[in-house]
């Protein structure tokens, strides 16, 4: 059925490989069949259109409340969405799957697809949907052969055919838009450091904004390494202030149509971050409903 569905909804170009689609349509089978816990995340969003045009796939379509969180991140690069996943993926107990830390895996364990990746990267261009959903693919079968369920997606979808294709497979819940104002953003992604040892990320830029026009003031502490780090700093190649610039602008003209994709579907949710992780992590919660959760979790 999901393989059917992918039939229909696939757009005129081809997949490159057949196979590697038909991996990622029986992982995804795979992941959303075994959940078998469930959290209702309560989010109050129109829930009318969930199911999409797609909805000859029963088996794979659940209510919302009755399986696990099946969720996307969206965010310009440098907007700290992996911190915030990695967060609530730790919080809720669903893998964080970020295809970021896929596309670097593969690049630093010199994998088939590196060299490919490396030229992309270097240059501040998108990874093609077919790498993407290659690596994806196999995160998503190791992930159900371990027995995780649920998921929170990081950097996918990140074009409207991405999209199409998830949504032929599988059922998104919610899709968190994560927002900073750009002056910050930019900041934030030139102060980028790299441990060149332990990899560990960190970021130099002390970032604080006074409040104009009504808005409130901004304060972005820099996230400064321990020591044993600190004199092996690196900034990676593609974190130039032109590449960085372009990065962002590609991102926005492509990141459009992905947005008003499930905003359309009543899925999408704004959020605007109103500082660092101190004051944003809070109302985030609050907006997902999950102030409680927190609390429990925190006590247990
Ligand atoms: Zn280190």
Known sequence: MAALSYQVLRPARALSSPKLSSSLLFSIRLLTSSSSSSIGSGVDLQAASFGGPSQSVPPLRREPNQRNVQWVFLGC?????????SRLSNLLGVPHIATGDLVR?????????????????????????????NLLSNRLQASAAKGESGFILDGFPRTIRQAEILEGVTDIDLVINLKLREDALLAKCLGRRLCSECGG????????????????????????PPPHCASKLITRADDTEVVVKERLRVYNEMSRPVEEFYRSRGKLLEFDLPGGIPESWPKLLQALNLEDHDKQSAAA
């Open 201 to 224: 990320n960190y970021n130099i830029a002390s970032i604080d904004i006074k409040g104009e026009d009504g808005n409130p003031d901004m304060y972005m502490p820099p996230l400064l």
């Open 105 to 133: 895996e593969e690049l630093s364990s010199s994998g088939p697809l590196a060299p490919e990746l490396a030229e992309v990267v270097n240059q501040g261009k998108l990874v093609s949907d077919e790498i993407i959903i």
């Open 77 to 85: 690069p440098g907007v700290g969405k992996g911190t915030y996943a």
